[in-house]
């Protein structure tokens, strides 16, 4: 998930579609860095939220990307 301010720069970009779709998995924590690269260019996320969520279907981790990003406590 992307914050508001993540989401309108990844749009700007045309990359929101993609950053929303990786896989990162529950060994990420508040604070790490997410960097992707297209087409040489490096674009910097930072995770802001970590958020169980369970449903009859099963449970899922959902973290929540920020830009621009700062590390953890900055």
Known sequence: MLT???RHYA???SIAETVEALDLNSNCAV????SFVKAG?????????RRWIS???GTTLELTL???ARSGGH
């Open 31 to 34: 604070g790490d860095l997410v």
């Open 55 to 57: 449903g009859e279907t």
């Open 11 to 13: 749009g700007l970009h």
């Open 66 to 68: 920020d830009h621009p």
């Open 4 to 6: 508001t301010i993540a």
């Open 41 to 49: 260019r490096q674009y910097d996320f930072a995770i802001v939220r």
